[in-house]
């Protein structure tokens, strides 16, 4: 009866090592919720300082099953995914913007254009300056310009500016020749004619 029972009990113990390792790998998973909630919060806090503990309160677990639940997850550790996510943004950037490095750098969570022009380099083996050339070119598209206005070269515009600065002596010669010639034209030359009927004649 005592063997019975204990190959029994082996038996039933073996029976249940699935469900048990089938539990464990289902805890061992990260959530769906938790990974979307991690890739938004660092997308939103790129241009900030990220600290691991932020995104182990984000998502609610113990630090040392955050950082093995992340890398099983995303396949890097929360600091390179970080680092890969602000490259990520330097690229957008270089390509659709002029913005300076500085700026791009300050918008990426870059302490310095150094920072970021080292870490770029080390992840497309190119600098920034010249990966935006040739990425800008075989891409298909220009970096974005800032909106100017064209200057007005119409010939009223031309004519209005001209006027209202002073006029030298010898313009103002010319215009007092102009305007005497004007006047003897009025005088000497008769009105043109008008459509008005003529009046007739009177009956004898």
Same mark, same amino acid.
């Given at each position: 009866m005592t063997s019975r029972v204990g190959v029994s009990t082996v038996a039933s113990a073996n029976q249940s090592l699935p469900v048990k390792h089938a539990k464990v790998?289902?805890?061992?998973? &990260?959530?769906?919720?938790? =990974? @979307? $909630?991690?890739?938004?919060y660092i997308d939103s806090h790129l241009h900030s300082t990220i600290r691991v503990m932020d995104l182990v309160r984000t998502v609610q677990l113990p630090p040392i099953r955050f950082f093995r639940l992340f890398k099983k997850r995303f396949g890097l550790t929360p600091h390179q995914y970080? &680092?890969?996510?602000?490259? =990520? @943004? $330097?690229?957008?950037?270089l390509l659709l913007s002029e913005d300076t490095l500085e700026k791009i750098a300050a918008e990426c969570g870059f302490g310095n254009k150094s920072h970021l022009a080292n870490l770029f380099r080390n992840a497309t083996g190119q600098?920034?300056?010249?990966w935006r050339r040739i990425h800008a070119t075989s891409f298909g598209t @220009?970096?974005?310009r800032p909106f100017t206005r064209k200057p007005d070269t119409?010939?009223?515009?031309?004519?209005?500016?001209?006027?209202?600065?002073?006029?030298?002596?010898?313009?103002?010669?010319?215009?007092?020749?102009c305007a005497k010639a004007d006047r003897f034209y009025r005088a000497e030359v008769p009105a043109?004619?008008?459509?008005?009927?003529?009046?007739?004649?009177?009956r004898s």
């Open positions: 790998l289902w805890h061992e998973t &990260m959530a769906g919720w938790q =990974a @979307r $909630a991690l890739q938004s970080v &680092m890969r996510s602000r490259i =990520a @943004r $330097a690229q957008r950037l600098p920034p300056g010249q @220009r970096p974005s119409s010939v009223r515009t031309v004519l209005l500016d001209r006027l209202a600065r002073p006029l030298s002596v010898s313009e103002s010669r010319t215009f007092a020749n043109p004619l008008t459509n008005q009927v003529a009046p007739k004649p009177a």
